[in-house]
């Protein structure tokens, strides 16, 4: 089997120590399927990024390079990037991602990685007992994660991000917030797709543009 480079749009853990120009993010969730019938074990790109931390990156533009990811943590649910922009003058593009991941204009993430090692799993459809076999990534190397309008994988988002430091005011810490589509409306979609009316992406965009967002107040914080 010939691997290709593939793209793969995949929140963090909460972090409460970000400092300004940082932001906490989960760039991939394992379990789960994805749109393209694939999914990705744990440890994944573990060698990859003790070898090299990937680099973050504007909607995989290699051209467009904002910074790069300076610490992780993976367990067996997903894979948490915490990233650093660079200087906001001398990359101005940093400066308006950094401002749009605050403002929740941006909140989904997606990497560009190469895979190494792959294999065939099983995964659980909804109807009790019934399988499905899929690609499973077990090894690849991450070259960058990107900040993305839509994600592939489900379950990626922004978690976290210092917007600014201000003097005499706290930092304010962006929250996570939960997506809810209507369960009759999705069941509508998925019975359009099963018979052929609608392709797997006008059936995820009409869920993305029905969802409603149900977000956290942001929470003060000052620095200790």
Do not use: C
């Not at 399927?33 to 973050?56: C, H, I, Q």
């Not at 009790?128 to 900040?147: H, I, P, Y």
């Not at 006008?202 to 914080?221: G, R, Y």
């Amino acid at each position: 089997m010939t691997l290709k480079y593939q793209h793969r749009q995949v929140p963090v853990s909460q972090y409460r120590s970000l400092s300004e120009h940082q932001f906490a993010a989960v760039v991939m969730t394992y379990g789960t399927v994805d749109d393209y019938e694939t999914t990705f074990l744990p440890g994944v790109f573990n060698e990859s990024m003790k070898a090299r931390m990937p680099r973050v990156v504007w909607a995989h533009d290699w051209s467009e390079p904002l910074g790069r990811y300076i610490s992780y943590e993976d367990d067996k649910n997903g894979l948490t990037l915490v990233g650093e922009f660079d200087d906001f003058d001398a990359v101005p593009r940093a400066r308006q991602a950094h401002h749009q991941l605050g403002s929740g204009t941006i909140d989904q993430f997606s990497v560009g990685f190469m895979p190494e090692e792959v294999t065939q799993v099983d995964m659980p459809l909804g109807k009790k007992g019934q399988t499905k076999s899929v690609m499973a990534f077990v090894r690849g190397r991450l070259d960058e994660a990107s900040l993305v309008l839509v994600g592939a994988v489900p379950g990626t988002e922004l978690l976290s991000v210092r917007i600014g430091q201000h003097p005499g005011r706290p930092h304010i810490l962006v929250q996570a917030r939960q997506n809810v589509v209507d369960v009759d409306l999705a069941a509508g979609v998925l019975l359009d797709l099963q018979t052929g009316k609608v392709d797997i992406a006008d059936a995820l965009m009409t869920l993305k543009n029905s969802a409603t967002a149900a977000p956290t107040a942001p929470t003060d914080e000052t620095d200790e």
